[in-house]
T-cell receptor
Framework: LAKTTQPISMDSYEGQEVNITCSHNNIATNDYITWYQQFPSQGPRFIIQGYKTKVTNEVASLFIPADRKSSTLSLPRVSLSDTAVYYCLVALDSNYQLIWGAGTKLIIKP | DAGITQSPRHKVTETGTPVTLRCHQTENHRYMYWYRQDPGHGLRLIHYSYGVKDTDKGEVSDGYSVSRSKTEDFLLTLESATSSQTSVYFC??????????????FGPGTRLTVL
């Protein structure tokens, strides 16, 4: 049974790189991993998605090792506005089950 | 932002009363979802729909029913509201065929309080 686990909270400082790791056992080759960002009183918003190795877009990178038992969201040079809750989601291709992590509250300090 | 609205945005009701929440989209997306969000639990899927009149249960479907008679509307009904259903409810949509990613777009949420 697939499950996702991520740290409850993290803090960092402006200008630093932040890495948030999600552990997800028992996922198959076609199961994809997605990260979302949520600000207070808003719905989550898509950040990045991938299946394997590394994906990069204009706001983040996603690293997925060969064993696919974890994935790491990397936020380069964070600012105060990156303070939010970040969710890891694993979507199982076999039955379309969605496995959400409990979220990581990231606090960025000046 | 994706065209998703939820109504009402806030509701206070009493235990035992039926409640219906509405999600409306203007994106013509095939999939629609209802989630609840509670502190310490993140997002939990209640029900989802993969087309008109096609719905399926999520992980916390007990006490909830849904209906989708049109592509743009997805209704969530609490048949007899209980205090344990006090939560923030989010609707989301997705359509894998229209994007490189199977991303979900979320509505603004409905805060429901059951007294």
């Amino acid at each position: 049974l697939a499950k996702t686990t991520q740290p409850i909270s993290m803090d960092s400082y402006e200008g630093q790189e932040v890495n948030i790791t999600c552990s997800h056992n028992n996922i198959a080759t076609n199961d994809y991993i997605t990260w979302y960002q949520q600000f207070p009183s808003q719905g989550p918003r898509f950040i990045i998605q991938g299946y394997k190795t590394k994906v990069t877009n204009e706001v983040a990178s996603l690293f997925i090792p060969a064993d696919r038992k974890s994935s790491t969201l990397s936020l380069p040079r964070v600012s105060l506005s990156d303070t939010a809750v970040y969710y890891c989601l694993v979507a199982l291709d076999s039955n379309y089950q969605l496995i959400w992590g409990a979220g990581t509250k990231l606090i960025i300090k000046p | 932002d994706a065209g998703i609205t939820q109504s009402p945005r806030h509701k206070v009701t009493e235990t035992g009363t039926p409640v219906t929440l509405r999600c409306h989209q203007t994106e013509n997306h095939r999939y629609m979802y209802w989630y609840r969000q509670d502190p310490g639990h993140g997002l939990r899927l209640i029900h989802y729909s993969y087309g008109v009149k096609d719905t399926d249960k999520g992980e916390v479907s007990d006490g909830y029913s849904v209906s989708r008679s049109k592509t743009e509307d997805f209704l969530l009904t609490l048949e007899s509201a209980t205090s344990s259903q006090t939560s923030v409810y989010f609707c989301a949509i997705s359509d894998p065929g229209t994007s490189d990613y199977n991303e979900q777009f979320f509505g603004p949420g409905t805060r429901l309080t059951v007294l």
